[in-house]
């Protein structure tokens, strides 16, 4: 066996540490409104399509399947979904959403099984779409328990 030069890098590294805003929402609720999204994408023959956290813009939050186009995903109504702030305000995130591969979102949360709610970090929003990883877990350094980072699914504008 040959050694290797050099380090590794650190657990931690992987992990962000600076975000726009962190919302704690009610663990039960969420794993409804997810599989929800799920049950009503399927429904329609959307086999893979994700589901979105959206806040309007006045920073309510629900939790919806995008389905067809823009017009479609008007009247889709989601799941409002009770949160509230551990760090940042309404405008930090009013008008924003975070997409996700249901199954995905709901393996992350079986994670949380015992806890009443769990955290959810933003990094940053781009295009009113968050691109980069997002954080879940109550504490974002990992050291009062779990923490998953889940990728966004990114949806381009059409051109």
């Known amino acids: 066996m040959r050694s290797r030069d050099g380090k590794f890098p650190t657990y931690a590294s992987f992990f962000p540490s600076e975000f ?8 039960a609720t969420l794993v409804r409104a997810a599989k929800k999204g799920r ?9 893979h399509s994700p589901v979105a956290l959206h806040w309007d813009t006045a920073g309510a939050l629900a939790l919806a399947p995008v389905i067809g186009s ?12 009770p949160f509230t702030f551990a ?3 309404t405008e930090d995130v009013a008008g924003m959403s975070v997409r996700f591969n249901p199954a995905y979102l709901l393996d992350a949360l079986e ?23 997002v954080l879940l877990g109550e504490d974002p350094t990992g050291a009062n328990g779990y923490r998953h980072l889940l ?5 381009d504008p059409p051109k």
């Open 87 to 89: 760090h940042g305000a």
């Open 70 to 81: 823009s017009a479609d995903q008007d009247r889709v109504k989601g799941m409002n979904i």
């Open 151 to 155: 990728m966004p699914i990114r949806l």
């Open 111 to 133: 994670a949380f099984t015992g806890q009443e709610t769990v955290t959810m970090h933003v990094q940053e929003f781009e295009q009113g779409q968050s691109r980069k990883p």
């Open 39 to 47: 049950a009503m994408t399927q429904a329609v023959g959307y086999k």
């Open 20 to 27: 726009v805003a962190s919302v704690r929402m009610d663990r």
